[in-house]
């Protein structure tokens, strides 16, 4: 899931990452909210309230809120840049490097977090929105903007066109094309609420606070890890069969 990109990705393949990473972010998303009361999937709370601030002429105020919004853009710019940087390199899934990065901004934050939420806790938001500006931006990269797993805006108006097209499906040919992508939607969309159920259960009952982020980081490692065990059990079948031919 995290090798094919473009015509070769399949439904199923876009099934299994947006399922994963729509989870994570869900649980980035009730942990962030839970431990700061601040959005840490997306920019466009922080953007609203930037904008508030400067027409109250409160400049000073708005800054951290811009802060905010470039930490997502930066981790959207660094993401990018590594995989335009390696893609030649066909021997390594550039894909990985933005999502290893993820995977220690999480864990560092899941164990070093609790003291600096005291004295840091706008770094650690700025972290978590890099991290998710990261996750958003090789998703979109890797499925040609298909999945995207960050915030639901885009996700309930595009389902919404949808769904409308399904009522009209003589006037539209690729009927089961759009059934597909209802699919994906409604899994993204799923999986990034009982993300935020789960997320909330470890944060507030089980008391893990920005431990939980740990979690999630272990779920995008032992993704990767799957991912390449099984390409690589492709591999060796493919050799297999290419001797006994």
Aim: charged share 15%; proline share 1%.
């Amino acid at each position: 899931m995290f090798r094919h990109q473009g015509k070769s990705r399949t439904l199923k393949h876009n099934l299994k990452i947006a399922t994963v990473l729509s989870f994570v972010a869900g649980i980035v998303n009730i942990t962030g909210f839970l431990a700061f009361s601040q959005l840490t999937t997306n920019v466009t709370g922080h953007f609203a309230l930037f904008i508030s601030d400067v027409a109250n002429f409160e400049f000073w105020n708005g800054t951290i809120y811009l802060l905010y919004i470039f930490s997502f853009l930066f981790g959207s710019f660094s993401s990018s840049f590594l995989i335009e940087t390696f893609r030649k390199n066909k021997k390594l899934n550039v894909f990985v490097l933005p999502t290893l990065i993820e995977c220690f901004i999480l864990a560092s934050v899941g164990f070093l977090g609790s003291p600096a939420l005291i004295k840091y806790p706008d770094v650690i938001i700025c972290l978590l929105l890099y991290a998710m500006g990261l996750q958003n931006s090789f998703v979109t990269k890797i499925s040609n903007a298909v999945v995207r797993t960050t915030h639901l805006t885009g996700l309930f108006t595009d389902l919404g066109i949808e769904l409308s097209q399904l009522l009209f499906h003589k006037s539209y040919l690729k009927t089961e094309k759009i059934k597909e992508t209802i699919k994906l939607r409604i899994y993204i969309i799923c999986f990034f609420f009982l993300g935020g159920i789960i997320g909330g259960l470890l944060y507030s009952r089980l008391n893990l606070k920005l431990n939980t982020l740990t979690i999630a980081s272990l779920i995008l490692l032992a993704s990767l890890f799957y991912d390449d065990f099984k390409y690589k059990i492709i591999k060796v079948k493919r050799r297999y069969n290419q001797r006994r031919h």
